[in-house]
């Protein structure tokens, strides 16, 4: 049971990116996807989440309209676009999946190994 988080990278400011989160092992059509990030010095934050079928997706404050999560449960992934990127975006991303939606990390049940972004011209 894995769940393998990629697409991080270095970006410009304004730039974009879109992180994938696989799952081997298991099928996440029946778990929530929380999608959180940890910046350097900082505690880990919740970034957004969407529910097993997809219906309803939240998002923290700070990237509202710029980042867009999604899921394709036929290839057992979870996207994470992130347009707009500012160099407060800077930080690891880490993707987990559990049962429920994922508005706190205290409900995830499975964690990736998380993605480095980082932001900076």
């Known amino acids: 049971v894995q769940l393998q988080a990629s697409g991080g990278g270095l970006v410009q400011p304004g730039g974009s990116l879109r992180l994938s989160c696989a799952a081997s092992g298991f099928t996440l059509d029946y778990y929530g996807i929380g999608w959180f990030r940890q910046a350097p010095g900082k505690e880990r934050e919740w970034v957004s989440c969407?529910?097993?079928?997809?219906?309803?997706?939240y998002y923290t404050d700070s990237v509202k309209g710029r980042f867009t999560i999604s899921r394709d449960n036929a290839k057992n992934t979870v996207y994470l676009q992130m347009n707009s990127l500012k160099p407060e975006d800077t930080a690891v991303y880490y993707c987990?999946?559990?049962?429920?939606?994922?508005?706190?990390?205290?409900?995830?049940?499975?964690w990736g190994q998380g993605t480095l972004v980082t932001v900076s011209s």
């Open positions: 969407i529910s097993s079928s997809g219906g309803s997706t």
């Open positions: 987990a999946a559990g049962l429920g939606l994922l508005l706190h990390q205290s409900q995830a049940g499975y």
